[in-house]
Structure formats: C-alpha cells, structure tokens
C-alpha cells in the first residue's frame, strides 16, 4: 500500500540487521574484545577544554602531533572528514564533537593484552601532554564547563545536521556531543548470542550505577551520581535506552530503527519523520538505512559485536574493571546462565533511577555486588585467556573498594552546592 512499508521491504531490512548486526563480523574460534576510551583534554593553565586546532598556545593536535613523531603514528583524515591518528596496530585517537580525545582499540584476544595497549597509549598520550599542561580528565561529563563555553568543535556535515536534530528537542543533545566522555565494551556475539543480548540490556542500569563518575556539571553538584546518564535519559527516548529484550532481538531492534526519526534526511512538514515513513515512501533506501542506523545510541548496540555504551569514562588506573565485569559474564557460560537467571525482570524506570541514585539505592546496590561476584567467578573460570591475576586482581581491589561496599567513582568527588 503506498505510504506504507511493504512487507518484503521490512524483510530485507530485517534480514540484513540479522546477518550485520546480529552475527560476527569475523567468524573466530576464541572471542575477542575491544574498547573505546574517552578523556575530555584540558588546559590546565585556564582550566578550559583545549580547542583540538588554532592559534592558542596549547590545542589537542599540538600534542598528538608530539606524540605521533615518537611513536610512529600517521595523521589521517577520518571518513566523517575528522582529523585522526593511525597507532600501526588496528587502534585510532580520534575527537568527538566537543573535542574529546577517543581510542578506539583494535580487537584484541584477551582482556589483558587489551589493557596493555589502552595502558600503552594513555602512557604515551600524557608523555606528550603533559609538558604542555594538558590533562586528560577521565569522568562522565566535563564537571567545571557550562553548555555556553562549549562550542561544536567539529563542523562536519553530519555533526552539524546531528546538532541541529538534538537542538529540536532540548539541549541535552548539546552537552551529551560537546561535553561527556565514556568508556564503551565491544563484545563478541559469543556462543549464546540471544542470552547475551538479554543479559547485556538487563545489565545495563547496575553498569551505569557501578561506574557511575559524573556527579558534578558546570560547577555544580547535580544530585547525580551520573549526571552523563541523565543527559541520555533526556537526549531522545526513540534512539537511546535498553531493549526490553523479549523475542526476537533483531525483529525488536529493526522496529526500534524503523520508529526513530531520520535526523539527516528532509523534514516532512516542518517536522523530522520516522525512518519508516521515508522508506515507504522511497525517499530512502539500503545507503541511508545504513546510514541513520549509526544514528542510533542504545545502551547495548549491535554491530556485528554487542557494544556496551553504558559506562562513564573509567580512570585509566581501573580499566580492567570494567573489562572483567562484561568479559566474566559474556564468556564465562556459567556466569551468563546466572546472571540471566539473576536478572529475571524488565523495570523501564531503573536506567533513570540508576544514574541518579547509583549504588546509594539499597536494591540496585544488592544486585551489583551479585554481578560483581558472578563475574570474577567468571573471570576465575576462563583464567588468563581472559585477564592475567595481576590484571583480575585489580578489578578485584575496584569492587572491593568500590561496588561490594556500596560505592562508586563517584563517591569520590567532593560534593559542591547543589545545581538549582
């Protein structure tokens, strides 16, 4: 029927979710995992986050540049038309639109051999940086700027049609460009691809609470124990949060994908429609189905690996933190089956109630100290194919200090007054 998607064109969308999103982008006998970590770089002399190019003294390619000369990087010009560097073994350094600095790893065999390389890399980053007074501050969102000292920094056509789409809506898409940092997870399908997808979107608010690190924005304290995950919660509910995860994932996940709106084609009536609705009508096909699918910003988003967007940026010191609380349950098959049996309930509020109540909510509290434990069990399980004992045992000391006592990162930063 015109004006409708027709039923072969929703299986041929769906179809290819499954095969993209949904199955491994390489076939491998072991899995793998990767990361992306965030810093937000600031200028320590004027407590601004550094301009990534220009005439001031101190800017973030100034010292990338540094650090490209000793360790044999190459400059290049990302597909987005963003400068970034190549690191010569799969991994990136790259900037999001306010300016923060991202690597992005290469796929690495174990937990461990990719903590080498994240720990190389921020070595070597604060080599360069720090002569120059720069600081890579690792927390949800920049704590001291307000939104009005924080312009787009990377004027690329599709950051500013993105701008533009969030500026409808509220300014929440403004500070979550210009001004958050995160440390994302990308796992592998693994050997029970539909449990995962389920245990991972169920995980996500006890995630949120347990590296919560944001509890302050533009001077403020917020009230927040992270005030990043607030800022998602507002961003746009039809392209973030979990899946409820019943049925058919990839099913479920393309009718999430068709109900979103088209941010970077034309408005119909003075307003942004539904992807459906440009399909159906032929002003879209296969290039820009693919195209607005890297518009959508879930807490679990699949793309041929499961990438856990839920924590806030992680200080480099406790990166195997994260890595055995996702990799402990992902490939631990035991693990897995517990956790699915602990997480036994869909609750649409608990990301909201996560990020603002943290581990200081008895019940949520209850249940990350129960994933933490699963997962160093799980960790304990597949031993150094997955983290070292040295490495497991510093995510140990973080649960230890942090989660099994009811506490997170965020506990740590001195309450300031309240923002009004």
Same mark, same amino acid.
């Given at each position: ?6 039923? &072969? ?11 993209r999103?949904?199955?491994? $982008? ?8 990767g ?31 540094? *650090? ?10 990302s ?10 073994? /799969? ?12 690597? @992005?790893?290469?796929?690495?065999? &174990? ?14 980053? %604060?080599?360069?940086?720090?002569? $120059? ?14 939104? @009005?000292?924080?312009?787009l ?60 690190? @944001? ?5 403020? +304290?917020?009230? +927040? *124990?992270?005030?990043?995950? +607030? ?14 995860? %019943? ?9 999430? *994908? ?21 399909? *159906?009508? /032929? &002003? ?22 499961f ?35 602990l ?6 509020? $608990? ?17 990350? %100290? ?11 399980s597949?031993?150094?194919s ?23 990162p ?11």
């Amino acid at each position: 029927m015109k004006g409708e998607l027709q039923r &072969t064109q929703r299986a041929a969308l769906e179809s290819s979710l499954r095969e993209r999103a949904f199955r491994p $982008l390489v076939p491998r006998d072991r899995p793998y995992i990767g990361a992306e970590a965030e810093f937000i770089p600031i200028d320590g002399e004027t407590g601004a986050v550094c301009p990534i190019d220009g005439d001031t003294p101190v800017t973030s390619l100034r010292f990338l540049r540094l *650090a490209a000369q000793s360790n044999g990087w190459r400059e290049r010009v990302s597909a987005k038309g963003t400068p970034h560097f190549e690191l010569g073994d /799969g991994g990136t350094l790259g900037f999001e639109p306010g300016g923060q600095l991202e690597y @992005s790893s290469p796929a690495c065999a &174990t937990g461990s051999e990719l903590l080498g390389r994240m720990r190389a890399v921020v070595a070597q980053l %604060r080599q360069a940086a720090d002569p $120059l007074g720069v600081e890579l501050v690792a927390v949800g969102i920049d704590p001291a700027t307000p939104l @009005s000292d924080a312009p787009l920094r990377l004027l690329t056509p599709r950051y500013r049609r993105m701008a533009e789409y969030f500026a409808s809506i509220g300014p929440f898409g403004d500070r979550m460009m210009r001004q958050t940092a995160s440390l994302q997870v990308s796992l592998d399908l693994g050997i029970e691809t539909w449990r995962l997808w389920r245990v991972l979107n169920r995980m996500a608010p006890y995630v949120t609470a347990i590296f919560a690190n @944001s509890p302050r924005y533009a001077g403020f +304290h917020t009230g +927040h *124990a992270s005030y990043r995950a +607030h800022c998602w919660r507002q961003l746009d509910p039809s392209r973030t949060g979990a899946r409820e995860a %019943r049925g058919d994932a990839a099913a479920d996940y393309c009718d999430f *994908a068709l109900a979103a709106p088209a941010m970077f084609l034309p408005q119909i009536d003075g307003a942004y429609t539904p992807m459906k609705a440009h399909l *159906a009508a /032929g &002003t879209a096909g296969m290039a820009e189905w693919d195209d607005h699918l890297t518009t959508l910003f879930p807490e679990i988003r699949p793309r041929g690996t499961f990438e856990v967007r839920t924590c806030d940026a992680v200080a480099p010191e406790w990166f195997a933190a994260p890595l055995a609380l996702l990799g402990g349950i992902a490939y631990d098959r035991a693990a897995l089956r517990q956790a699915d049996e602990l997480l036994d309930g869909d609750e649409p509020a $608990l990301l909201a109630r996560a990020g603002r109540a943290g581990l200081s909510d008895p019940a949520i509290a209850a249940i990350a %100290r129960d994933l933490a434990v699963l997962a160093l069990d799980g960790c304990e399980s597949i031993g150094a194919s997955l983290l070292t004992a040295a490495d497991l045992g510093t995510a140990r000391e973080f649960f230890d200090r942090y989660t099994l006592a009811g506490r997170a990162p965020a506990d740590d930063l001195r309450p300031v007054p309240s923002l009004s």
